[in-house]
């Protein structure tokens, strides 16, 4: 529900980052500000437009959300189950780092596919299926880890943010917990 709210401003953010490119190669900006790419794109491909590449938006939010907490469950149970280190801040840090990475690598493939299908210009594919299939047909597998390391940045200083948070508000919890049931 959240990607299908939120769509219209994924679609009007893809355009601007794409767009910055666009004057060296001496073609004129699409949007001179948010509110009128909301307009343009309604005007010039419908409302329906604003939602446009909504599905493979769905699909990576749930391989990213479902990759991020799974692989960290893992490598940190692993990380302790071979005593590498203990339940503590530098676990966390690398087990959260680490799922960013394997996120990074599952992710990216849709990651890619969702950002060119949704920056297209319309009727330059017929769904996200074709822009995948073109982009390895014209330009192979290597095509869809385009922005590999940025991706795996923002995705790893996320993981480790959330996760390190997580781990650290959880033992608060706990103590607040057994502080508050311990009789005085």
Not at 123 to 150: D, H, V, W
Request: aromatic residues 12%; glycine residues 6%; contains cysteine.
């Amino acid at each position: 529900m959240a990607v299908t709210f939120a769509q219209p401003t994924d679609v009007v953010k893809v355009r601007f980052q794409a767009q910055v490119r666009l004057p060296e190669s001496g073609s004129v900006k699409r949007y001179s500000s948010t509110i009128e790419a909301y307009k343009t794109i309604a005007r010039d491909e419908g409302v329906k437009g604003l939602w446009k590449g909504c599905l493979p938006n769905i699909a990576r939010n749930a391989i990213v959300n479902c990759s991020e907490l799974v692989t960290y469950d893992i490598i940190k149970e692993l990380i302790l189950k071979y005593n590498l280190m203990t339940d503590n801040m530098p676990c966390h840090f690398t087990a959260a780092f680490a799922a960013g990475f394997c996120t990074t690598i599952v992710a990216s493939p849709v990651d890619v596919v969702k950002t060119r299908f949704m920056n297209s210009v319309p009727r330059q594919y017929s769904g996200a299926m074709n822009c995948a299939l073109t982009m390895l047909i014209k330009e192979g597998p290597t095509a869809f880890y385009k922005g590999f390391m940025p991706s795996f940045l923002r995705l790893g200083s996320w993981n480790i943010v959330m996760f390190v948070s997580f781990e650290q508000i959880k033992r608060g919890v706990i103590r607040f917990q057994k502080a508050w049931e311990s009789p005085l």
